[in-house]
């Protein structure tokens, strides 16, 4: 498949979905405790970074379209090269508070693309 400006929303609006499918009923303290759950979302939090990168690189007016498309893309980057850096409460925060907004943004740029 091509690489476009639709599989890139669609990638991560897929990775948003599914952190906040697997986190709706968990804690931070869970996220702390369970390596595999805490691994699980920072590669899912990866994978949407990348995604709004490559975004920006093929249609940076799209990528403009979103709020915090610089902060998701500077938090990909700590999570691939700064990994020793991230705090847990952070990043809960990121999942709680910040993807439920960035889910609703992408379903409204896949609806207009129908």
Known sequence: MKRNRDKYIYDMLDSSRYVMEITGDQSLERFNEDRMFRRTIERELQIIG???LQLKSVDPKCAAGFDEHQRIIGFRHVLVHGYDALEADIVWHIVTEK???????????????K
């Open 99 to 113: 993807l439920p907004l960035l889910v609703q943004q992408l379903e409204a740029a896949m609806d207009k693309r």
């Open 50 to 52: 990348e995604a709004m």
